[in-house]
């Protein structure tokens, strides 16, 4: 993380659930993508989805970045009640034509590198044709169809699945106050900061 | 001759010097000389060289004997007007032993198997029977014997049977008689109109073959709803309105039909009513299912788990894909490489 931070800053970032940098999606295009973001909230009550579109002149890593991103953005129009943690952010670099995801601890269960792979490629035909907002539905409805399938398997043995995600079921307690803590501007994990601000 | 030339020319090729024109054999240009040897003669024939030996500069007239040989000519038409004596009975007094009935066998085998086919699988499948007689284009049907006797001779006239004499290659020359059940039901309009339109399609087509099948399908058409007609009950005779087979007319008297029928049987009644009740309850328990699936709210157990790469939320990196060549599919445009 601290290499991230080198690269892109240290410094938390404020954030739309829904930023256009590049310019490429329509007015006409923006209701239609809220909506979609909407619906996959209304759906998964704890969790989230992100979209970034950026036009990088020199990007080295598009991982690197959609990883930085989610551990430092703060979204300004995103619940209190989904941190970062059980977000799912989607990178889309219009100049070098790459596609990427990234997603929270809480997530690590559900999803994976060939899952999230499967909803970037339904998404494909999408990107070539440059229609952003049709590829990035077509990745989220993916990705629904992926986290349903998990959610059946963790309501059957919830503490293996977890398990195989590196994460074990939370008290409520500390729920609770990760919740409050959440994704608010400036209240990321101030160790973690701390250290690498040090490194 | 073919020799010296051989023999000289393969000297020469193997000596490596230019080719030299033939020469004449002595007694050969001796020959040529006298008048004894005419070049080219071998090919021109005995006759020919006879005539040219004989120095006469007349014309050469052809041998009598082929002079008198009969022009191929075309046959009397007169012989093709009348149908040979042995199928008369085949045609006009016994009965038919199918649908289709070409006793001088007009059509050839894999024709004749094709349109019985066709008017087997009508037979099954409309009111009224079809049956076919082939004629020539040209022949003329024996004034002692008509459509009609064969009809009332052959046939039952309480069964609806349609028959047709068909010239093969003339087919606006057809003719065509109901049996008295189908006379009965459909007034002499329609019955006329049936005739008419399988005539104008038949001759839409240059083949004789062709127009048979075109001439016999659209008259499949006609009957099988002509059938209907008269299945319902038939038509006002009496009226001088044009007779008109409107699809939803039968469908609904059909409809009719089996209402009455399951009205008729109590147990067939009920358990169609009860098979209806399932089917519909089935469709609005799936519609149901499938609106709540849509609004079904998925909520994870929460979990906590140790920091990975000193990140404090995300630690997920999924996959990454590139889109700048449409030609290679996405698997081959997975950027699986770590950063």
């Known amino acids: ?199 | 001759m073919k020799l010296i030339l051989a023999v000289s020319l393969s000297t020469m090729l193997l000596s490596g010097q230019e080719l030299a024109l033939p020469e004449w054999d002595e007694d050969e240009l001796e020959a040529l000389e006298s008048g004894e040897y005419v070049p080219g003669s071998s090919l021109l024939g005995r006759v020919a060289r006879e005539f040219l030996d004989s120095n006469n500069d007349e014309p050469i007239e052809l041998d009598p004997a082929v002079q008198n040989l009969p022009e191929e000519g075309f046959e009397p038409v007169e012989w093709s007007r009348v149908i040979g004596d042995q199928f008369l009975s085949a045609y006009f007094h016994d009965s038919p032993q199918g649908f289709l009935n070409d006793p001088q066998k007009l059509l050839t085998t894999q024709e004749y198997r094709d349109r019985e086919g066709f008017l087997n699988y009508h037979a099954r499948d409309a009111d009224i029977d079809l049956f076919v007689y082939l004629f020539d284009a040209l022949q003329e049907i024996p004034e002692t014997e008509s459509l009609d006797s064969v009809v009332r001779s052959q046939f039952d006239p309480e069964k609806p049977v349609a028959v047709v004499f068909y010239f093969l290659g003339m087919p606006e020359k057809s003719q065509l008689i109901f049996s008295d059940r189908v006379i009965e039901s459909v007034n002499q309009a329609e019955r006329e109109k049936v005739i008419r339109i399988a005539v104008e399609e038949a001759l839409e087509k240059s083949d004789p073959s062709s127009q048979l099948e075109s001439f016999s399908i659209q008259l499949s058409i006609r009957l099988y709803w002509l059938g209907k007609v008269m299945a319902m009950g038939g038509e006002n005779l009496a009226s001088s309105k044009p007779l008109i087979l409107p699809r939803i007319r039968i469908l609904e008297a059909e409809e009719a039909g089996v209402w009455a029928e399951l009205k008729g049987r109590p147990g067939l009644f009920y358990a169609v009513v009860v098979m209806s009740v399932i089917i519909s309850a089935s469709g609005l328990g799936l519609m149901g299912r499938w609106i709540a699936e849509r609004r079904r709210v998925y909520v994870f157990p929460d979990a906590e788990g140790t920091l990975l790469l000193e990140a404090p939320y995300a630690a997920g990196v999924g996959g990454v894909v590139s889109f700048s060549s449409a030609t290679a599919p996405p698997s081959s445009q997975k950027n699986d490489i770590p950063d």
């Open chain 1, 1 to 199: 993380m601290w290499y991230a931070d080198e690269v892109f800053g240290a410094d938390d970032v404020s954030l739309d659930k829904f930023t256009d940098a590049a310019g490429i999606i329509r007015m006409k295009e923006r209701e239609p993508m809220r909506k979609i973001l909407e619906r996959f909230e209304a759906r998964f009550p704890q969790l989230f989805v992100s979209i970034y579109l950026g036009a990088f002149e020199e990007l080295q890593s598009l991982r690197q970045f959609g990883f930085w991103m989610l551990n430092r953005a703060a979204y300004v129009d995103v619940d209190l009640e989904r941190p970062n943690e059980n977000g799912i952010l989607i990178v889309v670099d219009v100049n070098a034509k790459n596609a990427g995801i990234t997603f929270g601890y809480a997530l690590l269960p559900y999803l994976d590198e060939d899952s999230t792979f499967a909803a970037l490629a339904a998404g494909h035909p999408s990107f070539l044709q440059g229609h952003y907002l049709e590829a990035i539905a077509t990745v989220i409805q993916k990705l629904e169809g992926t986290l349903i399938k998990g959610w059946k398997k963790v309501k059957k043995d919830p503490e293996s699945i977890l398990a195989e995600g590196g994460q074990n079921p939370k008290k409520v307690g500390e729920l609770l106050q990760r919740t409050r803590e959440g994704n608010q501007l400036g209240t990321a994990d101030q160790s973690v900061k701390e250290e690498a601000q040090n490194r």
